[in-house]
């Protein structure tokens, strides 16, 4: 069995972790969502992602 634990809260993650990292295999680090929420908003922000309208969370 493998357990998830958020890299900054050290929280355990139920579910699917984000993943944050640069390039394939350096620096890749699992987050929570709660940890992961102003990370999101800011790529969100600055359109390097966007939300499909079925997948959305309010």
Known sequence: MNVSKCDLCKKEIKGQPL????GFFHDVKEICDDCG?????FLRKNKFIKEEKNNKKN
């Open 37 to 41: 929420k102003p990370v999101l908003e």
């Open 19 to 22: 993943t944050v990292g640069r």
